[in-house]
């Protein structure tokens, strides 16, 4: 069970694209705080720009609809198609559950037989990529940081977030493409 | 001096909340407008606040991602769970084309065996509803617009719009629920 419950949430850190939040200042809430890389929940990040969406199916363990949001250092760079990103880039991905929507299916059955509509059901998780080349120089120069109900993950969690995004050295260790 | 630079700004905030996206006053653009509501795309739009994403599936005919981006006056309506939005809302609804992503897989495939990750892959179409009580009486209050490629789809096409949306009269004739 605890295994399951590792792999989870792995699947949604895999997945989860380049993510961080802001490195802290000030006195640190421990409990708000990822380990390893010190990160909280970047006040607004709900409000960034959207850069991309994805869906991401694990049979029998995960079934996701998923949006990457930056703030404004981020979707500039994105944007430019700059690699790397400059310090103060932010990227954000939530995730949701993916649920069939009964109520667009009825709407859809008329003009479109067969339509299925799928939406976004609960949160899963919210993710974070943080640039600080100096701050995270090991590690690519990102921090990153995983949350559930805004509770951080454990140390094993954020252990392997780098590793995972090391195939995408190239584009900086982030895997989503500005969607045009 | 101060007084004119003040008013500048202040034009350039009313010009860009009201007028930019929608009803067109002036020498219109007739290749560039919807028909029946006179709608043009609004600019900046691809920067709106994200409301909700989707999954569109019609067997044969369309396997699509979707996000659902709302201007200032939408994302706050949104948040506020208030009907009907006031004057000004405006939504835009981004549809590309769902696609398997070759290096994600690659990447979940030695943790999560038979992962599978989908991203955005070509733009299909962008809609847009503009919210004005008053010139749009009688569609509920909205405009209706859809462009592919920059191009206004036809007057058949927009002539279904609202009849589509009449089953979401109750939440103001959308179907997309702001996710949290």
Redesign the interface.
Known sequence: MKRIAF?LV??AT??GIVVSAAPTSGPANEEATAPIYGITIPPGY?????I????????G??DQ?R?Q?GNDIA?KAFKEGKVPFPDGTMIAA?H?T?VP?E??D???AG??P???????G??VNVQFMVEDSEKYAATGGWGFADFTDGKPGDKALHEICFA?HT??KDRDYG???Y??
Chains 1, 2 share one sequence.
């Open positions: 792999l792995a699947v895999v997945a709900r409000d960034w720009k959207l991309a969406m994805d869906q991401l199916l694990v049979p363990k995960a609809l949006a949001l979707i939530i949701w993916r929507s109520d667009n009825k709407v859809l003009p479109f067969g339509a299925q509509s799928f939406v976004v609960s949160p995972c195939p995408a895997f989503t493409h969607a045009p």
